[in-house]
């Protein structure tokens, strides 16, 4: 059979790319290097049978901004869990998210009632500015520009410019701040306020959702929806090289040698190992190959999956217990501030900021009753080091500061480690480590992201295109960058 396109990955935006393709009555094969659909939105039994641990991406947040949903007739069974996310401190204090704003606010009001007042101000101006910021990430990204002035310095600022204009209170800042971190944004970099103020305010409106099951089961409907609209996956098959002849791409050759022919490709693995390996220099040409060569990946970080004889009690109480994240550190921004320049200098942090995903009370399903079931993120973590002999010591470290200042019982059933270097060698997307496929900052954003010449999801050969999350608006769940890719495809081939 003749092939109309292939998509390289079977990550969710290369499903939700391939979806929309069959959408438009295409012939579309999915090809996929590992045993499973998913990439990143993977779900899998990893501390023992029973405990269903979310991989990689675990909250679904961005994604409440994409019409891509309804647009595929997806049946998502997602769970909204009242404590959306909650920052614990050392002294046992904690604030907490909640779905009313009103409980949001009385929480923020214990330590300031000003505070409290901002957070309503601010999340006021996001239902104001909402529709043309979900307008703007689900379209190709427009020329660089701001409406005005102001909106350039809201765009530039830090998180400590922004989070010190706003709040009085450092463990304000730091709660309103911390998913500013989820992106690896520290403290001083341009960005990081808009960044934690999206994040706040969408999880504000919408909650943190997870996916009933974890979030391998998006991968897998969407996966069942690209064969009802006709379309397939292969897994086991791990692409080479795309193949060109006369200026355009006329199918790939997979490792094990075999050729598959097709129309169109779209890609949705990082965006150097399409432009450098499986398109190559001499096709690209050496501006791009220069250009993807200097590309920033950003901070890796070490995942620590554990399975528990019972749930974890934190310190600050019942509150914190039920959140879907529990951001663990000191209400203090020079605290993150060193975190990242050890990292950046290729030391392990003494300091680390840690990001507890309570898979178990978010959706109890994932685990046998009355068992506890979490990940812990340790943000960031330098790649160059020898992982293999470390980290195990490392998360020792980890675990004992946990037990020392946040959480009173860690009864730990079995344990599994990924340093960044097993994560990139179980997942190639994640390269050293990281899960952003390109460090997110300004010069790698909107029309700059992964570079300028390839920002508009189209490549140098004309049939070959990005879905992939190296593109805007990039990463996270939200079938943004699959669903944008698909309209240029369609629009370029109508």
Known sequence: MS???LVLGSGHNGLTCACYLAQQGRRVLVLEANATVGGLTVTQEITRPGFHSDLHAFGYQFASLSPAPEELGLKLDLLRPDVAFAHAFPDGRTMQMHAALDDTCARIASFSSRDASQWRALYARWLEAKPAIAAALNASPAPLGWPSPDAFRFAMQSLRSWSTEWFEQE??????????????????????????????????????????????????????????????????ARVSKILVSNGRAVGVRLE??????????????????????LLGPEVVGAAIADKMGRYEWGDSIMVIYLALDEPPRFRAGQDAS??????????????????????????????????????????????????????????????????????????DRVIAL????????????????HSPLDQERHISSAVRGTELQGAFVPYQSGPMRPIPEL???????????????????GPGVSFMPGRNAARVIATDCS
């Open 3 to 5: 092939l109309d396109a």
């Open 171 to 236: 463990a304000v800042r730091m709660f309103l701040g911390t998913f500013s971190l989820h992106a690896n944004v520290a403290p001083d970099q341009a960005g990081g306020g808009q960044i934690a103020w999206m994040f706040d305010s969408i999880i504000q409106e919408f909650g943190n959702r997870v996916v009933r099951g974890g979030m391998g089961n998006l991968a897998l409907t969407l996966a069942r929806r690209l064969e009802e609209l006709g379309g397939s996956v292969r897994t086991g």
């Open 256 to 277: 094990s040698g075999e050729e598959i022919e097709a129309g169109l490709i779209a890609s949705n693995v990082d965006p150097r190992t399409l432009t450098l390996d």
């Open 322 to 395: 039920r959140a879907c994240y529990v951001h663990c550190t000191p209400p203090s921004l020079e605290y993150v501030s060193r975190m990242f320049t050890q990292t950046r200098g290729g030391e392990l942090p003494d300091g680390p900021v840690l990001i507890v995903c309570n898979d178990g009370v978010a959706d109890p399903s994932r685990m046998p009753a009355g068992k506890g079931l979490v990940k812990i993120l340790v943000k960031c973590v330098p790649y160059s080091l020898d992982w293999d002999a470390v980290k195990e010591a490392y998360a």
């Open 402 to 417: 946990l037990q020392e200042h946040y959480i009173e019982n860690l009864s730990v059933l079995s344990r599994v480690v």
């Open 455 to 473: 920002a508009q999801y189209r490549t140098p050969v004309p049939n070959v295109y990005l879905c992939c999350s190296g593109s805007h608006p």
